[in-house]
C-alpha cells in the first residue's frame, strides 16, 4: 500500500501547486505585459517546467492558455492606455512609459516595417526581445483602431506563448529534477533575450 500513501501525499501537493500557480502566472504576466521590467518569457518557461513534471493530464495546456490570455489581456489594455494617452491633451504615463522603452531607430523600422507587412509584425513583435514596445507604438502612431490591434495581437500572444512553453518543455525533459529544468529554462530564456541586444551593439560598433 506504500504506492498509495504516496499518491495520497502527491496529489494535494500538485492540486495546491495548481491552486497556485496559475493565478501566479496570470497576474505576473499580466503585469509584465503593462509594465514591461518583469521577464513574462521566463516566467511561462519555469511554469512549463513545473507542470510538464505534475502528472495532471492538462496541466500543460493550462500554462498555455494562462499565459496567453494574460499576455493578451495585457497587451490590449496597455494600448488602450496609450490610445487614450495620445488623445488626452496632457498625455499619459503609460504613453510614455511605451516611449521611453521604444528607441527612434527600432521606432522608424518598426513603422516601415508596419507598413511593409501589417499585422504579420505584430507575431513577429512579439517573439523578438525588446521587439514589441516599438511596434505597439508604431501601431499607436499610425491609429490602429483597438479592434484591429486586438486581432493582430491575439495569434501574436498565442505564438509567444508556445514557444516560451516549448522552452520549459525541453529544460524539463533534459533534466530529471524539476529545479534543474527550472535552472536551464530559465537560463536559456535569458540568454536569448541578450543575444539580439549584443549583437546590435557589435553592429553597431562595427
Known amino acids: 500500500m506504500s504506492w498509495l500513501a504516496a499518491a495520497s501525499t502527491t496529489v494535494p501537493t500538485e492540486s495546491t501547486q495548481q491552486a497556485i500557480g496559475y493565478p501566479t502566472l496570470f497576474v505576473l504576466v499580466l ?3 503593462l509594465v514591461p521590467v518583469v521577464p513574462t518569457g521566463a516566467l511561462v518557461s519555469t511554469a512549463a517546467v513545473v507542470a510538464f513534471h505534475q ?5 500543460l495546456a493550462m500554462v498555455f492558455v494562462t499565459a496567453s490570455v494574460a499576455a ?3 497587451d490590449v489594455t496597455l494600448y488602450w492606455l496609450g490610445r487614450r494617452g495620445m488623445g488626452s491633451r496632457n498625455g499619459s504615463r503609460w504613453l510614455e512609459a511605451i516611449r521611453s522603452r521604444a528607441p527612434e531607430e527600432r521606432l522608424e523600422q518598426a513603422q516601415t516595417k508596419l507598413a511593409e507587412h501589417g499585422v504579420a509584425v505584430l507575431v513577429v513583435s512579439r517573439l523578438v526581445p525588446a521587439g514589441r514596445l ?9 491609429k490602429w483602431p483597438l479592434r484591429r490591434f486586438a486581432r493582430g495581437n491575439l495569434p501574436a500572444c498565442l505564438a509567444w506563448a508556445v514557444t516560451y512553453q516549448l522552452i520549459g518543455i525541453l529544460g524539463g525533459s533534459l533534466f530529471p529534477e524539476p529545479w534543474e529544468g527550472v535552472v536551464a529554462a530559465v537560463a536559456l530564456t535569458l540568454l536569448i533575450s541578450v543575444v539580439p541586444g549584443l549583437w546590435r551593439r557589435v553592429r553597431a560598433a562595427r
Open 134 to 142: 516599438p511596434v505597439m507604438l508604431a501601431c499607436l502612431l499610425a
Open 55 to 59: 502528472t495532471a493530464p492538462f496541466a
Open 72 to 74: 493578451f489581456l495585457g
Open 31 to 33: 503585469l509584465g505585459a
